[in-house]
């Protein structure tokens, strides 16, 4: 199985509303990644799990919070965010974080905000 | 600064051609690089990748690249396109986290 699984495929959400992006791999990979994508543009690294523990963090807003619960899923916490954060949102995997792992990426979430 | 470069932003085909479609990077040391392709409405899909060894590496589909280290150039080649190559190419090169070029979006025309 090298698949990674997010959900949900689409969000709406208001700037004053909390959710919640879910990725989950079964493949034993021990790296997880946020991207974010915005429309015709290339994914751009958000934040980095390294065995659970988040190792990177690109200058991201406080307004999304990463979670690793355990070395299968990885959580992104959203909270007041802006319209100019709409855009689909990519994690991806990797068998660890050095390379030359290639990443496995999920279809990603397609976040709305209005 | 660190990047990685795509020259073409978007290349259109007619079925049948020959595809080239080119990658430049500037960072030093060694590094690993990958070209990724993304259908569209499909997630991000891993066509080749190039660690060491055969600087001639052979993917899906079809695709083939050529890692000429004097150069910094990791060059996509395809040699007869189908339709169905429509889609978003993507090189990225992995110093320690994977960094994307900007993409070339290929168009073939049936």
């Known amino acids: 199985d090298t698949e990674v699984t997010q959900t949900p495929k689409h969000l709406v959400m208001g700037m004053t509303n909390k959710k919640s992006l879910k990725c989950e791999q079964h493949?034993?990979?021990?790296?997880m990644y946020w991207y974010k994508q915005k429309a015709k543009k290339p994914p751009e690294l958000m934040f980095v799990?390294?065995?659970?523990?988040?190792?990177i963090n690109e200058s991201v807003p406080s307004r999304f919070s990463p979670e690793c619960p355990n070395s299968s899923l990885l959580n992104l916490h959203l909270h007041a965010l802006q319209p100019e954060d709409s855009a689909l949102y990519l994690c991806?995997?990797?068998?660890?974080?050095?390379?030359?792992?290639?990443?496995?990426f999920g279809p990603g979430t397609r976040l709305t905000v209005t | 600064a660190q990047s990685v470069s795509q020259h073409n932003h978007h290349v259109i085909l007619s079925e049948a051609a020959s595809l080239e479609l080119g990658c430049n990077y500037s960072?030093?040391?060694?590094?690993?690089l990958f070209w990724y392709v993304q259908y569209p409405g499909q997630h991000l899909q891993l066509l080749l990748k190039?660690?060491?060894?055969?600087?001639l590496v052979k993917g899906i589909k079809g695709f083939e690249a050529e890692f000429i280290k004097s150069k910094f150039s990791f060059n996509l080649r395809k040699p007869s396109v189908q339709w169905s190559d429509t889609a978003e190419y993507f090189c990225?090169?992995?110093?320690?986290?994977?960094?994307f070029g900007a993409g070339t979006r290929l168009t073939v025309k049936p």
């Open positions: 991806a995997s990797s068998q660890v974080r050095d390379s030359p792992y290639e990443q496995y």
């Open positions: 493949m034993g990979h021990r790296a």
């Open positions: 190039y660690f060491s060894g055969d600087p």
């Open positions: 799990y390294s065995y659970e523990k988040l190792s």
């Open positions: 960072y030093g040391g060694t590094v690993n």
């Open positions: 990225a090169v992995n110093p320690n986290d994977m960094r």
